[in-house]
Structures are given as structure tokens and as C-alpha cells.
């Protein structure tokens, strides 16, 4: 298998289904790894919508044929409308190690350079996932430094952030 035999689609409203079973399987199968800010399980159908219908985020789901095996995101920084902030990175295990992250990169950064107020965007990863930090390695990223992250069930997680322009050129 290639890159050829994925897609990756601009998640609307009606993949809400889609959307929820992918990111709920990515939350239950490695805390370890995301650090969600609200308990997802209880989200009704209008939150998973709602979601998917906010216009300062991007949400893409990676198909192989019809079945959702991947999810990835990025939102503008509430706080700093220049920046964009990727979110929620999620692929299957059997479908990992196959260069799929740079599918992820090249269309956040895309929908950054796109949006008319995102400057910079920011990737960060809990400590420990080096798939994560190897893969924005690739696609230029700097370091920004880390902080705590206190999850839903108390555990405390160090985040390492790093930040380029959407104007570089990979």
C-alpha cells in the first residue's frame, strides 16, 4: 500500500458518525497519548456537529476505501488569531509507518496558508511520542519549549510544543 490508496477528506457535519468513532477509538486506546480538555463519551450527535461545523478549525479524516482509519486537525489559537494550532493526530496501528503523518502535515499546513489570519502553527506531543516529535521534525517545525498538562483523570503530562511559518517551504 501507498499513499495512493488514502484518502483524506475535509470532515463536514455529515461525517459526524465517522468522526466520533474515530476519535473516540484514538482516546480509548492511548490516553497516554491526547489530552483532551472535556470527556468526549458524553458528547451528543449536535456536539460532534458542532464540532465539525466550526469555521476556525479544520477537521480530516483518512479513509482507506470506505472505512475511517485516521483523524487529524487544526484550529486557530483563540488567544492569537495568527496562530494555528494542530490537534488530535490519530492513525489506526495497522495502518502507522507508512508516511501517512506527511499526508496530516501537508493539508493542516494547506488550510493554514489558506486562512487569512494564521501566520505560524504550533504541533506539540505528550512526552514520550516520537512519532510525533520525528514526523514535525520533517516538516520544519522549532521548538518552543514544554509544559504540565493536567488531563481529565488528574494525571499530570509534559506537552512539547514547536511552531513554524506557514510560509516555509518543505
Known amino acids: 500500500m ?4 488514502f484518502s483524506l477528506i475535509n470532515l463536514d457535519e455529515s461525517n459526524w ?3 466520533r468513532k474515530i476519535r473516540l477509538e484514538a482516546l480509548k486506546n492511548h490516553p497516554d497519548l491526547f489530552a483532551p480538555s472535556e470527556d468526549e463519551t458524553t458528547f451528543t450527535q449536535a456536539d460532534w ?3 465539525l461545523a ?5 477537521t480530516f479524516g483518512l479513509y482507506s476505501s470506505d472505512d475511517i482509519i485516521g483523524l487529524t ?9 495568527t496562530r494555528g494550532i494542530f490537534i488530535m493526530s490519530y492513525i489506526r496501528e495497522a495502518f502507522r509507518q507508512k508516511g501517512l503523518s506527511s499526508l496530516f502535515y501537508k493539508q493542516r499546513i494547506e488550510w493554514a496558508s ?5 501566520k505560524t502553527v504550533e504541533s506539540g506531543h505528550v512526552e514520550g511520542n516520537q512519532a510525533s516529535y520525528k514526523a514535525n521534525q520533517r516538516f520544519g517545525f522549532r521548538s518552543t519549549g514544554s509544559h504540565e498538562h493536567i488531563g481529565l483523570n488528574g494525571v499530570k503530562k509534559r506537552i512539547f510544543t514547536y511552531e513554524r511559518s506557514v510560509k516555509y517551504k518543505d
Do not use: E, S, W, Y
Open 49 to 51: 456537529k458542532a464540532r
Open 54 to 58: 466550526n469555521p476556525n478549525a479544520g
Open 114 to 118: 489558506q486562512h487569512p489570519t494564521i
Open 17 to 19: 458518525r465517522d468522526f
Open 73 to 81: 486537525g487544526i484550529v486557530v489559537d483563540r488567544n492569537d488569531p
Open 2 to 5: 501507498d499513499q495512493l490508496d
